[in-house]
């Protein structure tokens, strides 16, 4: 009699654990679970590229600042491609910067081109066939020392030389701008922080895809 | 010394069974905490309506000024007079793998905006309603350098499914700490551009206008439909 309750006994322990074991496996798998209900649809590049003699306005993510764009062309064939950025408040732009352009050079703006604060924005531009970011702030103060602008790629092969910039995505936060960048061979890199606030570089151990 | 052996048998499964169990419920209210918010710290307060202007935000280790939510305009109204008929025919839909999202009245498309769904923990896939939208919260969660603080997080759209309970708290909502949209960057949720939720916010349903703290108790609204894989 004894020898049945036992048995009973443990069967029912060990059943009691396998059932909480259960739902602790399953509370953790319906977290991940997904479920694919259509396939994917083609990414549109919303990427604002003056390319001829034209005016581009881009709104900040909360709309209190626009960037405008004034590409005007010159009499030797090159663009004067002016930035001026006004705020909601104080309607009078401020000419942030100015470069003469041709097709080749032409400066862009990127999407996420605004800080969050509002207080930077940062530009693209082609040189030689790649792609150079450079930031500035919004109110046409120096961002460093003696300097209106920081070019980011430069700072970062300095700092470091086993990695290349392949693409700067946008913000992570009021100072942190997000790269990408592949090994010198050609792998997948790693993604980085450029930290506005002593412009050093921060290595991410995810990558922002 | 056989039959005490035996007798002591019972006594070591019950230890067993304590040990293995604490375990199991420590997996459980781990895997809980993890699964049942989008935001594990403020849970469920982040379902709530609530300002705090006078509070800094902390996002990747930065402090940051939340936008202030001017109270004087806003009303506890929450029902619209003249547009409390709801349109079946609107719809969401959010492509994860692009990182897109489109409002549809129909055939005819309202907006299109980039977002940025979960990357630590992913945004679910599936159909959902809207189920609450309030005017601001407050949202936090993470620990250690991946610990985030947000007071004031605009134009918040819950949304749930019978998969996805409401409690859970996953929501499309304003973003003011990041701007690199079309990346995965939030903790489930889906982030939008503020400038653009305002508008998706005053023309999905329930009806609410930006005046408003939040939508009527009860009332189903918009289907949100999310799909594909996040890069």
């Given amino acids: 009699m004894e020898k049945h309750r036992n048995k009973f006994f443990t069967t029912f322990l060990i059943a009691g654990t396998l059932f909480i074991a259960g739902l602790a496996i399953s509370a953790r798998s319906r977290v ?6 259509r396939s994917s649809l083609a990414s549109e590049d919303v990427q604002v590229k003056a390319i001829k003699e034209e005016k581009a306005v881009i709104f900040s993510p909360d709309g209190k600042y626009t960037l405008t764009v004034y590409n005007a062309s010159q009499t030797n064939g090159v663009l004067l491609q002016t930035f001026s950025v006004f705020s909601e408040e104080d309607k009078t732009p401020v000419k942030i910067f100015e470069k003469e352009s041709n097709a080749q050079n032409l400066v862009s703006v990127p999407p996420n081109t605004f800080s969050p604060d509002n207080k930077y ?26 300097s209106k602008l920081i070019e980011i790629e430069t700072l970062f092969a300095e700092k ?16 942190l701008i997000v790269i990408n960048t592949d090994t010198k061979d050609g792998k997948k890199g790693p993604s980085w922080w450029f930290d506005l606030s002593n412009f050093s570089f921060i290595r991410l151990s995810s990558r922002f895809n | 010394m056989a039959k005490k052996r035996k007798g002591n048998f019972p006594y070591v499964i019950t230890g067993l069974f304590i040990v293995l169990t604490s375990l199991g419920i420590f997996i459980l209210k781990r895997s ?3 699964a049942r918010c989008a935001n594990t710290l403020s849970c469920e307060e982040s379902l709530s309506f609530s300002v705090n202007n006078d509070e800094n935000a902390i996002f990747n280790g930065g402090k940051m000024n939340p936008p202030e939510i001017d109270l004087s305009l806003l009303t506890g109204e929450t029902s619209v007079l003249g547009s409390a008929t709801t349109s079946s025919d609107k719809r969401i839909e959010v492509d994860l793998s692009t990182q897109i999202l489109r409002a549809y009245n129909g055939d005819t498309l309202f907006m299109e905006s980039r977002i940025s769904s979960g990357k630590l923990f992913p945004t679910p896939t599936g159909e959902f309603t809207i189920w609450r939208k309030i005017r601001s919260t407050k ?22 499914n019978s998969q996805v309970s409401a409690g859970r708290g996953f929501s499309l909502h304003g973003t003011y700490w990041h701007n690199n949209f079309g990346h995965p960057m939030s903790h489930g949720c889906v982030n939008m551009i ?21 939508s009527n108790p009860g009332d189903t609204g918009t289907k949100i439909i999310i799909y594909g894989k996040a890069p």
């Fill in chain 1, 32 to 37: 991940e679970r997904e479920v694919p209900l």
């Fill in chain 2, 32 to 34: 809980f905490n993890e």
């Fill in chain 2, 139 to 160: 949202m936090s969660g993470g620990s250690g350098a991946g610990y985030y603080y947000l007071p004031n997080v605009p134009y918040v759209m819950f949304f749930s």
């Fill in chain 1, 121 to 146: 924005i940062f530009l693209r531009y082609e040189d030689s066939g790649k792609s150079r970011y450079i930031v500035l702030r919004t109110d046409a103060k120096d961002i460093k020392e003696g």
């Fill in chain 1, 160 to 175: 470091q030389s086993n990695f290349v910039i392949t693409d700067v995505t946008g913000w992570g936060s009021y100072s």
């Fill in chain 2, 194 to 214: 503020t400038r653009d939720i305002k508008k998706l916010y005053e023309w999905a349903d329930p009806p609410t206008t930006a005046e408003q703290k939040q």
